[in-house]
């Protein structure tokens, strides 16, 4: 096949037909003649015009026929039109009475089909050929086919026929090309008698319009394509991006004509494409696939449109392959189409849109079909963002919840480690989807991890596995503190098979994390093998084992911690059994004060009930125990609660073990704390203000206030790291709180529990008066409650309140804790050399500790005078002139106090002089 010559208009003489030069220049200047004819009337031709305003294919090629029927008149035999269809990228025969679909395109038109796919070698232009069987397929005349020549080989456009009067036909090629991409667009076949011209410099003005025409039916087609597909986008929104994803593909595949699709979304935080749906169906679990090892990983880092046709063989191929058995949907894919969604940035890729087989189309998608799908993509982009920003915030709350749940399973068995150990393992099991689970602890002082639970391996009753710290992979991971994904177990260097060949279990895929402490100490290593699924652990797996592996370290913590204070706390409860075993009396101690009759104040001292009385004089040669009895008695608080005489005698023994033999704060200082709270309640009207409970319990916490009092303050506890103060330093109130739970000891035991005979509800309550009060003689608490006071004295007391008589209370037991020093000068005296004893021993061991102790327990720096007298003034007398104003009959206290500041104002002098 020959090109046509344009500036050559020279009819080519066949080699067989000889004639002279005389009848070849009539030839031409007939065939001028025509050319000069045809090209005036198509000038004039407003059909060729009409070819411009086209409304459909069918149109453009019904007008174009008239057009050529007026060029060729009675010459032109036949006319064929292709036109390539926008929506399928197929050429369909639009010529008018012919049945497209029985009839085959030639060789010739596939070649300028294939043009765009790097076919340079097929000819672009105007070209005439012989009427030969190839054409057959496209002209229903029957009848021409009987008269051909059957010569296959093409002529040039004026090819020499053997007569005027020939019965021999030729075939006109005419490609319509879009100059802009230099595509094929249209092909037309003209078969034409051999006699007559195919007028190319008309048919080339003919060219333009029928391209003006197709182009302008392509953007009317895709203009509407565009307004169906934007319609109604917004139907689409859902925050279920499952949901999302089926719309999406739906409209997708139906307006696009496209067997089926999917959206791959993108999960930066592990580098994971995932699918939720796929086609119509909602996937019940998600599809992942990782970036690093998937065949879209050239399509996500170079996000632009692609079409193209599926191998078999390739990578995306077994992606898809998996995601089909996933999804358990049977479909062969052929073509595809991938156009990649941005976030709001623009810059990342949140998304792949796939469409899978264009429906009617060999050859795949269209471009057309890029740019629509291209124009959904953007469009929707921010609805998939939103719902992909709404999942992301569903997923960490469910995973939060999870966690949470995880939590509350591990941290219900603290009691037992074996348990909690199998309970992680369960847990971590079903975190991930994994078979199995091993478990291993750090013995850090050994230099092994330990197993005593592993799991495929049931060990012996009470064995364990222990393998070298800087063996394996579990050893690996305890030594650097990182997290192994292993994708090959075999492959790997560190792992060891002989477990598999003893246990029988074949281990694919291996993660293998670290628990650390709060500390990030590494307590222990879990390893999981095997997803149920069959696929290998993922990146989105590593990050919830790093969250579960810390709720898995603070319970791990939280049980040896539960351990170790359950050993703890049999161990104290032993120490106090065999505290309350060495304090308990005797029955011959016992049966001493109970086989004589409770004596009576009268037979003790008839005054011992005023505020002048001095206990510790008065009583310096009775027996203490017989003076606490008959006090009790005196308040009529042995008949008032039914309290049996042993259990009192016992209580009241063993309370007096329970103090030290330090100088000061020792047995006598309990019971003459007593006696002071026994005149309060004896001659003031307290207890018109208290109830009985309250009378009682103010008495028993008297005497247990100061119960193993060591001699040294709370500050002393506090400085020296003492175990009282590991104990109670974070409460404070070191000691008081000490001097309860000694009392807590004493009343809990059977034998000595004076409380026996309450009530549940009045128990509690007593317990935790007693508390309060013994709480309440640290004078850091009185100061703080000092004001209070001050406004109940000032606004009167309200029975009825039960804050006003804790306080009240509270001032009971201050009062009562300070009254050794507000005596008759005789036995103040005494008491101040007990109590700077008892100063300067803690002095001196604060001295040995390398401490420097303040001046009151500084025997060489002290000035007891002084001290007492400072003491006297700022804070014995306006704690017990309160106490005046509620209780007149209490003012003699106060000239004891004047009294005594005065005595030790004259010593001061007398000392600095």
Known sequence: MEKISLLDQNCAHSAQQKTSNEHTQKRKKYFNKRFDMASKQLTQNKKLLELCLSESLDDLSSKFQEVIKDIYKRNLVQTCVYFCDPCTGEFKNVSAGVDTASHNIPDVVGQWCSYNNNNKHCTLEITSHLFSTQFKSIFSAEKYADSSSGDTSDSSLFHCCKGRKSRNFKVVSWPVVDDSNSSVVGLIFLLLRSASSSLPPVLKEVNENILKGYQKIMAKISNEQKLLLLSDLGSLFTKDLAELSRRIINKLTTTLSAESGVVLLANKNSDELYAVAFGNKILEEDFRLELCSSGFLFLYTQPKVHSFVLGKDSQISSDLEKLKEFAEIDINIENMLVVPAFCEDGVECAALFCLFNKIGSKSGFTPLDEELMSMVVNNCRHIVCNALDWKTQVVIQRQNEGLLDIAKTLFSHLDDVSVLLHKIMEEARNL?????????????????LVAKVFDGIEPEENSEMRIPINQGIAGYVASTGETLNIKDAYSHHLFYREVDYKTGFKTKHILCFPIRSISERILGVAQLCNKINGNCFTKFDEERTTAFAIFVGLSLVQSLLYKKATVSQQRSKLANELMLYHMRVSDEDTEKYTSLPIPQKEDLDVDMDKFSFMPRISFAESDSIRVVLAMFADLDLIRRW??????LVRFILTVRRGYRDVPYHNWTHAWTVAHFSYLLLK?????????????FVLLVSCLCHDIDHRGTNNSFQISSHSVLASLYSSAGSVLEHHHFAQAMCIIQADYSNVFESLSQTDYSTALDLMQKM?????????FKIDKQIENIISGGVNKENRRHRELLLSLFMTTSDLSDQTKPWESAIQVSDLLYAEFFSQGDQEKSLGYTPIEMMDREKASIPELQLEFLSKIAYPIYKKLSHLFPNTECILSNINENRSKWSAMSTKQSS
Do not use: P
Request: contains cysteine.
């Open 642 to 647: 039914k309290i049996k005489e042993i259990t």
């Open 683 to 695: 001659s003031t009207k307290a207890r018109e203000y208290i109830s009985d409970l309250e009378a």
């Open 432 to 448: 991930t989807k994994a078979e199995r689970c091993s478990l291993f602890l750090v013995d850090h002082d050994a230099g092994e």
């Open 774 to 782: 013994i709480l309440a003689t640290d004078l850091a608490n009185h």
